[in-house]
């Protein structure tokens, strides 16, 4: 009796201990573009040690800060956010710097940020030559700042980029483009063979860093060979 | 019946207590108080020997997972896989893991501070015992030595951190105990100033205690991090709040003070004559190979070398170590089920200079063409060099690769270690990394240079037990004793400070900082050449002293903050594979026999990435602590 009263009580305390979870799961979320302002095109980035964007949470003291990523074509989203109000900014990206901003997220919200990229890329193009993979492009910076590299980006998946790669053709340029001087990058096919496999197609993208603290290289889109 | 019994029990106890008004002043019987540990000499020794067996030595039972990770209190499982601080670098890579440098990997937050808080106590009472002046001083110097040991370790994982200067008290408020995170100049010169206190107090001397000289060492260790902070602080430059308010990096305004410092350090101890090299001048390069490896294998023969000598002196939980079950090879593992860890690269390898090109790192020639940058792997296309042994093609490295690696087919405690990844048949088809075997003219040959598992080391991924770059290691092993398969058995002791990296130390700031007396630091720097057996002198330039210091103080647990504190790190590792070579007989030379070396990317492998955001650790907690963290976690 006396243990079945024990048993009683325990089950008691732990019903009254422990109230139903009432909160809602995260119902609302973000996304949006990353857009350059003079050409309206989307400003190509890395998946991968690429721009984030900062997202702080009002209303809990001094907590964690956030980051999402942004996909290579320069769409981002997360779709798992609580609705509240979060202080958002793009941070060690590959465009100057743009303020931070207060945004009250609720249900599915959308945020374009116009930027102006440090760099452009113009006349890009890619192409397979031989044994050989060569791109060429010109350069367009925004920035008085050197550009630091230049480099073509080999990888089997679409997202390639400088974090993302098999093969890199890089070439440290330390110094401020010349925007009629057209810059050639090539990756020997047959020297890569192991990692290259012949007959298999690939996704090369050329890109180029500026010489800005922690910035981001500025890319031309990926091109499948 | 036994209800009634308790309850005669509970009944009395509240009677008892209830007539005892003190009961809560009791002194518990079952601990030590501050007053009788440190009322008695005897009591304080025993304290001390806490505090040292607490400070952040990167010895051999140091792993990403921490210090001491050999069976001692408050560590986890001792069997982490062998994954040393080594594999994290360029140095080596582990038989079978491909792991590199983790979010949670050399953390030290709570231990650190739990150290301070302890030396703090002690602190508090020094000038209360009963003890005589040179003793009193002798304390308060190894207190400050031991609390410039935590702040340097502290400082080169978080950057600036909270400065606990004096033991808090609680008064009844977590608020109050909580203390905001210095600047990290502020963190780097309260770490000079502790080394100063410590210099001061102590005594000179050698031994297992600190002294004078292990201050001034660790001061020149510190000081030279934190002047290669500031001057390579650029290289790769951060963002974020912690930076904005000074909490991480320095100006490069900085670095020239620290280097001063650093130098001055070092000129302590040089000038001081108490330390030399050990065996300075070998006849040869082979007597060269072995003194280096003797110096490992038993410290406490090389006093004069060793500054500071951390013991390993008793198998067993909390005292032995590990590094000889984990990273002896193979064929040596008596019963061990897990030896052969430790793969140094190939990379590494080339690093070391050969006798016939001095001054120059010499990358290991496999074919004709002398290309060492094509890593495709086995190609008939090619022409491969041809040796006559699976190590002759390593002839006239310098001593210190014979003295650190075992290479292929090199004896090893009496016996050839086999290291084979393969053959070519005589049409010239090779068949690596796969246990084959073929019969020619009633000889048989396997293609892992011997027919079972307990006969050779190299390539075949049974167990994880055999090497996959093409070497297996040497230094610090015992070659003197059967390995004793069980945990924590080992008890080679480990060398924290020794002489020859305050000469390197000493020749790194007066090249970087272009001050100080560039002739004693080539004449440092030639010194340990010479003991590594070359004949000629190199000058004094950075390339020279960072080549010299990878290959002297390799898996020294050194290379690690080498990356970090210049910061090469994040360049040195962009996307990048390690390298091992395949040795493979070339059956195409029969009857003579032949070996033919392929360089490859480490079979199995993936390139390695160093994210910049490692230079600082995250600060652990700061839900409660309120600290701000470090960028990007």
């Given at each position: 009796m ?7 009580f325990?089950?008691?305390?732990a019903?009254?201990s422990?109230k ?6 995260p ?15 989307l ?7 690429g ?10 003291g001094t ?7 942004v996909?290579?074509?320069?769409t981002?989203e997360?779709?798992?956010l609580f ?5 958002i900014k793009p941070?060690?990206?590959n465009?100057i ?10 249900g ?12 452009r890329?113009?006349?890009?193009s ?5 044994n050989?993979?060569?791109a ?6 925004k920035?008085?700042n ?7 980006y080999a990888?089997s998946d679409?997202?390639?980029?400088e ?5 890199a053709?890089?070439q440290?340029?330390?110094a401020?483009s010349?925007p009629?001087?057209t810059?050639?990058?090539?990756i ?11 007959g298999?197609?690939?996704?090369f993208?050329?890109?180029a860093l500026?010489?800005?603290?922690d910035a981001?290289l ?7 060979l | 019946m036994k209800w009634?019994?308790?309850r005669?029990y ?5 009677l008892?207590?209830a007539?005892c ?7 518990p019987t079952?601990r030590?108080?501050a007053?009788?540990?440190?009322g008695d ?7 001390m ?6 400070l952040?030595i990167?010895d051999?039972?140091?792993f990403?997972?921490g ?6 209190p408050g560590?986890?499982d001792v069997?982490?896989g ?6 994290s670098t360029?140095?080596?890579v582990?038989s ?10 050399f953390?030290?937050?709570d ?14 009472v020094?000038p209360t015992?009963?003890i005589k ?26 950057g600036?951190?909270p ?5 808090q008290?609680y ?15 502020q963190?780097w010169?309260y ?6 206190a410590?210099?001061?107090n ?7 205690r600190?002294?004078?000289w292990?201050a001034?060492?660790?001061?020149s ?10 001057k ?7 963002s ?6 000074n909490?991480i990096?320095?100006n490069?305004s900085?670095a020239a003070g620290?280097?001063s410092?650093?130098i001055a350090a070092c000129e ?10 050990f065996?300075p ?8 190979a072995?003194n280096?490896?003797?110096?490992f294998q038993?410290p406490n023969g090389?006093t ?9 002196t ?5 005292t032995?170590?590990n590094y000889?079950i984990?990273?002896?090879?193979a064929?040596?593992a008596n ?14 390898v ?6 016939d ?8 020639v496999?074919?004709?063409d002398g ?5 495709n792997?086995?190609?008939t296309?090619?022409t491969?060099?041809r ?5 002759d093609i390593f ?7 014979w ?12 016996i ?5 990844a393969?053959?070519?048949?005589p ?5 690596i990394r ?5 019969t020619?003219n009633?000889?048989?040959y396997y293609t892992?240079?011997?027919?079972s598992?307990?006969m050779y ?5 049974y167990?994880?037990n055999?090497t ?6 040497k230094?610090?092993m015992?070659?003197n004793a059967?390995v004793v398969p069980?945990?924590n058995?080992?008890?080679t ?9 305050i000469?390197l130390?000493?020749a ?6 272009g ?5 004693a630091?080539?004449?440092g720097?030639?010194?340990i050449?010479?003991?590594?057996g070359h004949?000629s002198?190199?000058?004094l ?9 990878r290959v002297?103080?390799?898996?020294e647990n050194?290379?690690?903050?080498d990356l970090?504190?210049?910061?090469e790190?994040h360049?040195?590792f962009n996307?990048?594979?390690m ?7 070339d ?6 026999k032949?070996y ?5 990317n480490?079979?199995n492998?993936?390139?390695k990435t160093?994210?910049t955001r490692?230079y600082?650790?995250?600060i652990?907690?700061i839900?409660?602590?309120?600290l ?6």
């Amino acid at each position: 009796m006396n243990k079945i009263i024990s048993i009683l009580f325990i089950g008691l305390l732990a019903f009254t201990s422990c109230k139903k979870d009432n909160y809602d799961a995260p119902n609302a979320g973000l996304s949006g573009r990353f857009v350059d302002a003079e050409t309206g095109e989307l400003v190509q980035q890395d998946i991968i040690r690429g721009t984030q964007i900062e997202i702080f949470e009002h209303g809990y003291g001094t907590g964690q800060l956030q980051y999402l990523i942004v996909k290579n074509d320069g769409t981002y989203e997360n779709s798992l956010l609580f609705a509240n109000t979060y202080t958002i900014k793009p941070v060690r990206g590959n465009f100057i710097a743009v303020e931070p901003q207060d945004i009250n997220i609720q249900g599915k919200t959308t945020l374009d940020f116009t930027v102006t990229p440090y760099i452009r890329l113009k006349d890009v193009s890619i192409n397979k030559n031989g044994n050989k993979v060569v791109a060429s492009f010109k350069l367009e910076q925004k920035v008085i700042n050197n550009i630091k590299k230049i480099g073509l980006y080999a990888h089997s998946d679409s997202r390639v980029g400088e974090p993302m790669r098999l093969v890199a053709a890089e070439q440290e340029l330390n110094a401020v483009s010349d925007p009629n001087h057209t810059y050639t990058l090539e990756i020997d096919l047959d020297a890569n063979s192991s990692v290259l496999k012949a007959g298999t197609s690939y996704y090369f993208r050329a890109g180029a860093l500026i010489d800005i603290g922690d910035a981001k290289l500025n890319y031309a889109p990926a091109v499948k060979l | 019946m036994k209800w009634k019994k308790a309850r005669i029990y509970i009944f009395s106890v509240a009677l008892f207590t209830a007539s005892c008004a003190k009961v809560l002043d009791l002194e518990p019987t079952d601990r030590i108080t501050a007053d009788v540990i440190f009322g008695d000499p005897q009591g304080v020794k025993l304290y001390m020997a806490d505090l040292y067996s607490q400070l952040p030595i990167e010895d051999f039972a140091y792993f990403r997972q921490g210090f001491n990770w050999n069976g001692s209190p408050g560590t986890g499982d001792v069997n982490n896989g062998g994954f040393a601080p080594a594999m994290s670098t360029d140095e080596a890579v582990h038989s079978e893991f491909g792991d590199f440098v983790g979010n949670d990997d050399f953390q030290w937050w709570d231990k650190g501070y739990k150290l301070i808080r302890d030396v703090n106590l002690l602190i508090d009472v020094i000038p209360t015992l009963n003890i005589k002046d040179d003793e009193r001083a002798a304390l308060t110097g190894e207190s400050a030595f031991i609390k410039a040991y935590a702040y340097f370790a502290l400082a080169k994982r978080y950057g600036g951190v909270p400065l606990i200067k004096e033991s808090q008290k609680y008064d009844g408020t977590a608020e109050s105990l909580k203390v905001p995170r210095s600047t990290e100049k502020q963190t780097w010169d309260y770490v000079m100033e502790l080394c100063d206190a410590a210099i001061a107090n102590l005594a000179p001397g050698k031994g297992r205690r600190a002294s004078k000289w292990t201050a001034y060492a660790l001061k020149s260790r510190a000081a030279l991090h934190a002047a290669s902070l500031a001057k390579f602080g650029p290289r790769a430059p951060m963002s974020g709040d912690a930076v904005s308010q000074n909490l991480i990096g320095l100006n490069t305004s900085d670095a020239a003070g620290y280097y001063s410092a650093c130098i001055a350090a070092c000129e302590a101890i040089i000038n001081s004559g108490e330390f030399r090299l050990f065996r300075p001048s070998p006849a040869n390069a082979n007597e060269a190979a072995e003194n280096y490896r003797l110096l490992f294998q038993d410290p406490n023969g090389a006093t004069d070398e060793a500054i500071f000598i951390k013991g390993f002196t008793i198998p067993g939980n909390g005292t032995g170590q590990n590094y000889d079950i984990w990273y002896q090879p193979a064929q040596v593992a008596n019963g061990w089920p897990h030896p052969g860890r430790m793969n140094p690269t190939l990379d590494l390898v080339d690093l070391y200079e050969s006798y016939d090109n001095p001054g120059q790192s010499a990358p290991i020639v496999t074919t004709t063409d002398g290309n060492v940058n094509d890593y495709n792997g086995y190609s008939t296309a090619k022409t491969y060099l041809r040796f006559d042994t699976p190590n002759d093609i390593f002839k006239n490295k310098d001593a210190r690769l014979w003295g650190t690696a075992i290479l292929p087919q090199t004896n090893w405690k009496g016996i050839p270690i086999i290291i084979q990844a393969g053959y070519v048949k005589p049409d010239g088809q090779a068949v690596i990394r796969v246990k084959d075997e073929i019969t020619i003219n009633g000889t048989t040959y396997y293609t892992y240079g011997a027919p079972s598992t307990t006969m050779y080391s190299g390539f075949d991924t049974y167990g994880g037990n055999n090497t996959r770059t093409g070497f297996s290691f040497k230094k610090f092993m015992n070659q003197n004793a059967p390995v004793v398969p069980g945990w924590n058995q080992g008890t080679t002791d480990f060398i924290e400070f020794r002489y020859a990296e305050i000469l390197l130390n000493y020749a790194e700031a007066v090249v970087e900082s272009g001050t100080g007396n560039a002739a004693a630091a080539a004449a440092g720097l030639n010194d340990i050449r010479k003991r590594a057996g070359h004949t000629s002198t190199v000058a004094l330039t950075s390339d020279n002293v960072q080549r010299e210091r990878r290959v002297e103080l390799a898996f020294e647990n050194k290379r690690f903050w080498d990356l970090i504190r210049r910061r090469e790190f994040h360049t040195q590792f962009n996307n990048r594979f390690m390298h091992s070579i395949l040795p493979l007989q070339d059956l195409r030379a029969l009857p003579d026999k032949k070996y033919i070396f392929v360089r490859v990317n480490v079979p199995n492998t993936n390139p390695k990435t160093f994210e910049t955001r490692a230079y600082y650790r995250y600060i652990p907690g700061i839900g409660s602590n309120g600290l701000v963290q470090n960028p990007q976690y």
